[in-house]
């Protein structure tokens, strides 16, 4: 019997199901099962459908698949949609290409604070440890050891601290790490109530930046955001970007500076339209 949940995993996917496939198992091994799995499946075909249907079948986990047609690259959209399938007050936002440690949810809930978001980060695999990706080595946890990914022919620098296990190291490297903290859609959590007053996502945006701007909106609304990025771990699988366009970023940038600029707290082209 599933606990009491205190949490809803919010994964957004397109047409990746295999890596959605090891993305949802490493959720099912985790060391806190108080959540529920939101797939903001933004018009996959029906490979990811079968997908999570196996996953439900076998899983303990109760799992919700949002869908929508495919009719270009709108995230956004999706997302405010699984936002609002979601049964608690606290929302883990990730992808289904990143493969979440197995105390990836205990720890986000243990950091939450109110008025609050936690600002995680992600590993990024090369391209060959991604292909050989496998449920037994989820299981195994290999993906997080340093000393097993560099036998495997991951490069050997500082981003490998991102996977340290000692939580005084990974406090610290909180602490003085320079880069800001931000809503980075692949891991990140809030308070249901604190997204919902800025009216979640702008929809008019596509690819480049869509997720920072609802964070920059949440900060001008006095939400603060706190760096976990040494303490909630997860791993990126490498994949190509073709949905990545130079008009479409620019288009974001225009809207994510008139956010700054005026201090916006809330999109008129968001939940509540």
């Known amino acids: 019997m599933q606990p009491p949940l205190k949490a809803s995993v919010i994964i957004s996917t397109y047409n990746q199901p295999e890596w959605l496939n090891l993305a949802l198992y490493s959720y099912d091994i985790q060391t806190d099962k108080s959540f529920e799995i939101i797939v903001a499946d933004d018009g996959s075909d029906e490979r990811t459908k079968a997908v999570i249907d196996r996953f439900s079948e076998e899983s303990k986990l109760n799992v919700i698949h949002v869908w929508q047609e495919d009719n270009g690259f709108q995230k956004t ?3 405010n949609k699984a936002i609002l399938a979601s049964n608690t007050d606290y929302l883990i936002f990730t992808d289904g290409d990143c493969i979440a440690r197995k105390d990836f949810v205990e720890t986000h809930l243990k950091l939450s604070k109110p008025n609050c978001a936690l600002s995680g980060g992600y590993f990024k695999l090369t391209d060959k440890i991604s ?19 560099l036998a495997k022919g991951q490069p050997d620098n500082f981003k490998l601290n991102k996977l340290t296990k000692l939580k005084i190291k990974a406090k610290l490297l909180n602490f003085i790490t320079p880069t800001k903290a931000t809503f980075d ?65 620019a288009q974001n940038q ?20």
Not at 208 to 216: F, L, T
Not at 258 to 265: F, G, H, P
Request: proline content about 1%.
């Open 131 to 149: 292909q050989a990706m496998t449920k037994q080595i989820i299981l195994s946890q290999k993906c997080f050891d340093k000393h097993w990914l």
């Open 185 to 249: 859609g692949m891991n990140v959590s809030c308070y249901k109530k604190d997204i919902m007053a800025v009216n979640g996502f702008d929809e008019r945006m596509q690819y480049g930046g869509e997720d920072r701007e609802v964070g920059e909106r949440m900060m001008n609304n006095g939400v603060r955001f706190l760096q976990v990025r040494y303490s909630t771990i997860c791993v990126h699988l490498h994949h190509d970007r073709p949905y990545k366009l130079d008009e479409a970023e």
């Open 254 to 273: 225009k809207i994510r500076l008139a956010t700054k600029k005026n201090r916006e707290k809330w999109t008129t082209y968001g939940i509540n339209k």
């Open 77 to 79: 959209k999706i997302l």
